[in-house]
């Protein structure tokens, strides 16, 4: 059943609205209560499964609140022209907002677990990529100042480990479980080795 009321004539909208204009809010309230059919009007445009109804005519009608509140009568135009562009503005408004809300990630929002079962985020994610970069940065700006006592600081198996991890001496860079699996030994290992080279080459350093 259609329960919004017909649109005012001319001479009533007119009235009401110099009522409205002079502070009278029972006038105010007349003039969006006979708009409503208008506001469900344009927000049939917008109408999507994901959409509910009754927030497009809410959104709607604040836009219609607003035309009613800032219309200017003297110009000659019907409340209706105005009010349609306020509306259609306050829903276009809106839903520009829904689609950067929907863009937006949350780096501290669940994204998986670990192989241990513990939730991981994309902040996590970042923070260990953040670390990796920095250390292949660091020592490839000092590689230059550190080679010279590559062979005398680091023995064999961590100028191997080291190679592999950072892609030197030729070789192509790889994961800890990578070099692991290559020199069948276990990626904790492969760890405990490459931070202790790397505190031998950053000591070349200080």
């Known amino acids: 059943m259609n329960t919004f009321k017909q649109p005012l004539s001319k001479d009533e909208e007119n009235h009401y609205l110099k009522l409205a204009k002079e502070g009278d809010i029972n006038a105010r309230n007349k003039l969006v209560e006979y708009n409503l059919r208008l506001v469900a009007h344009i927000a049939k445009k917008y109408f999507a499964p994901n959409r509910n109804t009754d927030d497009l005519i809410s959104i709607g009608t604040i836009g219609l609140i607003k035309a009613v509140d800032s219309f200017d009568n003297s110009k000659g135009n019907r409340l209706a022209t105005y009010a349609s562009r306020c509306i259609e503005n306050e829903l276009l408004m809106r839903l520009r907002q829904e689609r950067k809300e929907a863009r937006e990630v949350s780096i501290y929002e669940p994204i998986g677990t670990d192989k ?91």
């Open 116 to 206: 241990e079962g513990n939730e991981i985020s994309l902040l996590d994610i970042i923070s260990c990529d953040e670390e990796s970069m920095i250390s292949n940065l660091i020592l490839q700006e000092n590689l230059g100042l550190i080679s010279s006592h590559f062979n005398k600081l680091l023995d064999k198996k961590e100028q191997q480990v080291i190679a592999l991890r950072y892609g030197l001496c030729g070789y192509q860079e790889l994961t800890q479980r990578e070099v692991a699996k290559l020199l069948n030994i276990s990626r904790s290992y492969v760890s405990r080795i490459e931070k202790k080279a790397l505190l031998k080459l950053r000591s070349a350093l200080i």
